[in-house]
C-alpha cells in the first residue's frame, strides 16, 4: 500500500488484498507440489528404483531454537532437488483472539527444537502414498532425534544413518574445545589454542573426503592426521603420513626428493597431546567413519534454508500463510531456478511475455556461473586464505587490545 501511495497508483482495500493474497498461495502451492513430484520421478528414472538417499534438515525463522515457525527439508541425494518439505507453525492469530470459528489452525505444538523430528517423520510417513519412494538412506547432522524416530517407519531398521561429513568434521572443534575449557591449563600459548584446534579439524576432514570409499584408508589418515598436527622441529611425528613425492606431508616429500625439511609448526607439548589424543581417537572409531565414506554433506540444505530466509527475513516474522506461501516459493526457486516460478503464471491465468521469460532465463543463467565459479579449488582456497587472515587478525587485535567488552565485567 505505501508503495502504490508513493507512486500515486491506486491500491486495494485489505479484503481484496487477502482474496488475491489466498488465490496466490493456491497457485504457488499447487506448483510447488507438481515440482516436487515431478523431482521424485527424476528420482526414480535415475535410479530404476523405489528406494533413496536423502539428507534432512530443520531450520527456524527465530535464531536460539525459540520460534515459532520452522521448517523441515528433505533433498535427494542423486539429484539434489527437495522431494518434500514440511513448512510448520505454532502462532494461530485466531486462536490468540479467542475467535471462536472454524479456521486453519496452527499445525504444530511443542518444542521448537521438536520441530525437526516431528517434521522428519511426517514426511517419511507420507513418502509412499505421496512420492512413491522409500527413503532408505538418512543423511543427517546429528543435531536432533530425527533419524530415531524414523529408522523403523518402512520395518525393522529399514532405515540407515550416514553422517554428513561436514558435521563429523566440526565435532573435532567442538570436542577439543570443550576439553580444553574443562580441563585447566590445557590452553594458552604453544598449548592446545584456537588455532591449532581449526588446522586439526581442517586436516581431519580433508582426510575423510580424500579417502571416501575405503574405511581402512580413511582411518589411517585421520589418525595420521593428528600425529603430523602436533609434530615439531624437536619431536617430528610424521611415521604414520604416506610416503613419496605426491604425498600431503611435507617431511616424506622432502624425503622422497632428498632436501632438507625444516618444520615451521610449534605443534603441541607432549603433556598436551597426552591429554587430547583419547577425545580425537574417538572420532576415529570404524563404526563413525563407515557412515562417512558416502563423501556427502548436507550444504545443499543449508543452501535452501538460505534462499528460504532470504525470502522470508528472519528479523521480521510471519503468520502461518505468508510463511507457507514463501516456503514454496523458495523450493520452486531452489529445484527449478526463476523459470520454476511460470507454472504459477499458467495457474492464475497470466500470460508469460517474451521479456519475462527472457529476464527469468538470464538469471538462471547468472546464478548458474556464479555458483560454477564458486566451486573451483581455486575459488574455495582464495576464500580459505581469506577467512583464514580474517581469524588471525582478529586475534592479534584482541591480544593487543585486551579485555574491552565483557558482559557485566566493568
Given at each position: 500500500?505505501?508503495?502504490?501511495?508513493?507512486?500515486?497508483?491506486?491500491?486495494?482495500?485489505?479484503?481484496?488484498?487477502?482474496?488475491?493474497?489466498?488465490?496466490?498461495?493456491?497457485?504457488?502451492?499447487?506448483?510447488?507440489?507438481?515440482?516436487?513430484?515431478?523431482?521424485?520421478?527424476?528420482?526414480q528414472?535415475l535410479?530404476?528404483?523405489?528406494?533413496?538417499?536423502?539428507?534432512?534438515?530443520?531450520?527456524?525463522?527465530?535464531?536460539?531454537?525459540?520460534?515459532?515457525?520452522?521448517?523441515?527439508?528433505?533433498?535427494?541425494?542423486?539429484?539434489?532437488?527437495?522431494?518434500?518439505?514440511?513448512?510448520?507453525?505454532?502462532?494461530?492469530?485466531?486462536?490468540?483472539?479467542?475467535?471462536?470459528?472454524?479456521?486453519?489452525?496452527?499445525?504444530y505444538?511443542?518444542?521448537?527444537?521438536?520441530?525437526?523430528?516431528?517434521?522428519?517423520?511426517?514426511?517419511?510417513?507420507?513418502?509412499v502414498?505421496?512420492?512413491?519412494?522409500?527413503?532408505?538412506?538418512?543423511?543427517?547432522d546429528?543435531?536432533?532425534?530425527?533419524?530415531?524416530?524414523?529408522?523403523?517407519?518402512?520395518?525393522?531398521?529399514?532405515?540407515?544413518?550416514?553422517?554428513?561429513?561436514?558435521?563429523?568434521?566440526?565435532?573435532?572443534?567442538?570436542?577439543?574445545r570443550?576439553?580444553?575449557?574443562?580441563?585447566?591449563?590445557?590452553?594458552?600459548?604453544?598449548?592446545?589454542?584456537?588455532?591449532?584446534?581449526?588446522?586439526?579439524?581442517?586436516?581431519?576432514?580433508?582426510?575423510?573426503?580424500?579417502?571416501?570409499?575405503?574405511?581402512?584408508?580413511?582411518?589411517?589418515?585421520?589418525?595420521?592426521?593428528?600425529?603430523?598436527?602436533?609434530?615439531?622441529?624437536?619431536?617430528?611425528?610424521?611415521?604414520?603420513?604416506?610416503?613419496g613425492?605426491?604425498?600431503?606431508?611435507?617431511?616424506?616429500?622432502?624425503?622422497?626428493?632428498?632436501?632438507?625439511?625444516?618444520?615451521?609448526?610449534?605443534?603441541?607439548?607432549?603433556?598436551?597431546?597426552?591429554?587430547?589424543?583419547?577425545?580425537?581417537?574417538?572420532?576415529?572409531?570404524?563404526?563413525?567413519?563407515?557412515?562417512?565414506?558416502?563423501?556427502?554433506?548436507?550444504?545443499?540444505?543449508?543452501?535452501f534454508?538460505n534462499?528460504l530466509?532470504?525470502?522470508?527475513?528472519?528479523?521480521?516474522?510471519?503468520q502461518?500463510?505468508?510463511?507457507?506461501?514463501?516456503?514454496?516459493?523458495?523450493?520452486?526457486?531452489?529445484?527449478?531456478?526463476?523459470?520454476?516460478?511460470?507454472?504459477?503464471?499458467?495457474?492464475?491465468?497470466?500470460?508469460?511475455?517474451?521479456?519475462?521469460?527472457?529476464?527469468?532465463m538470464?538469471?538462471?543463467?547468472?546464478?548458474?556461473?556464479?555458483?560454477?565459479?564458486?566451486?573451483?579449488?581455486?575459488?574455495?582456497?582464495?576464500?580459505?586464505?581469506?577467512?583464514?587472515?580474517?581469524?588471525?587478525?582478529?586475534?592479534?587485535?584482541?591480544?593487543?587490545?585486551?579485555?574491552?567488552?565483557?558482559?557485566?565485567?566493568?
Amino acid at each position: 500500500m505505501k508503495l502504490l501511495c508513493t507512486l500515486n497508483l491506486p491500491y486495494v482495500c485489505k479484503k481484496t488484498f487477502r482474496i488475491h493474497e489466498l488465490k496466490l498461495l493456491e497457485a504457488v502451492k499447487y506448483s510447488c507440489e507438481e515440482n516436487m513430484k515431478a523431482a521424485s520421478k527424476e528420482v526414480q528414472n535415475l535410479k530404476k528404483t523405489t528406494t533413496c538417499g536423502v539428507s534432512v534438515d530443520g531450520t527456524w525463522q527465530r535464531r536460539g531454537h525459540m520460534s515459532l515457525n520452522g521448517c523441515v527439508s528433505v533433498i535427494s541425494i542423486d539429484t539434489g532437488k527437495i522431494l518434500d518439505l514440511e513448512v510448520m507453525t505454532q502462532y494461530c492469530k485466531m486462536c490468540e483472539m479467542n475467535i471462536k470459528c472454524d479456521h486453519e489452525c496452527s499445525n504444530y505444538k511443542g518444542s521448537s527444537g521438536n520441530m525437526e523430528s516431528v517434521g522428519a517423520f511426517r514426511i517419511f510417513e507420507r513418502s509412499v502414498m505421496k512420492r512413491e519412494l522409500q527413503y532408505t538412506e538418512y543423511y543427517g547432522d546429528g543435531d536432533s532425534k530425527a533419524f530415531l524416530k524414523v529408522k523403523d517407519i518402512y520395518g525393522e531398521d529399514t532405515v540407515t544413518k550416514l553422517e554428513c561429513i561436514g558435521h563429523v568434521q566440526k565435532r573435532v572443534g567442538s570436542r577439543l574445545r570443550k576439553l580444553k575449557k574443562k580441563t585447566k591449563g590445557l590452553g594458552g600459548k604453544g598449548k592446545l589454542t584456537d588455532k591449532f584446534i581449526d588446522k586439526l579439524q581442517n586436516y581431519y576432514g580433508i582426510a575423510i573426503r580424500s579417502n571416501a570409499g575405503s574405511i581402512e584408508k580413511m582411518q589411517s589418515a585421520v589418525i595420521a592426521a593428528f600425529f603430523h598436527c602436533c609434530s615439531s622441529n624437536r619431536n617430528l611425528m610424521h611415521g604414520q603420513c604416506p610416503d613419496g613425492k605426491d604425498s600431503w606431508c611435507r617431511y616424506k616429500r622432502a624425503l622422497s626428493d632428498k632436501s632438507q625439511y625444516l618444520e615451521k609448526s610449534p605443534g603441541l607439548p607432549f603433556s598436551v597431546m597426552k591429554v587430547i589424543k583419547a577425545t580425537y581417537l574417538e572420532l576415529c572409531d570404524k563404526n563413525l567413519l563407515k557412515k562417512c565414506l558416502h563423501g556427502m554433506t548436507q550444504n545443499n540444505n543449508e543452501s535452501f534454508n538460505n534462499v528460504l530466509w532470504t525470502i522470508l527475513p528472519k528479523e521480521t516474522f510471519v503468520q502461518q500463510k505468508t510463511l507457507f506461501l514463501g516456503s514454496y516459493i523458495a523450493v520452486l526457486l531452489f529445484n527449478s531456478g526463476y523459470l520454476g516460478l511460470l507454472p504459477i503464471f499458467n495457474y492464475l491465468k497470466i500470460p508469460i511475455v517474451p521479456l519475462t521469460l527472457k529476464k527469468y532465463m538470464g538469471i538462471d543463467k547468472e546464478r548458474v556461473m556464479k555458483s560454477k565459479r564458486q566451486s573451483l579449488p581455486s575459488t574455495k582456497l582464495s576464500r580459505k586464505k581469506q577467512k583464514s587472515k580474517k581469524k588471525s587478525k582478529l586475534v592479534k587485535n584482541e591480544v593487543k587490545e585486551g579485555l574491552t567488552y565483557k558482559y557485566g565485567e566493568f
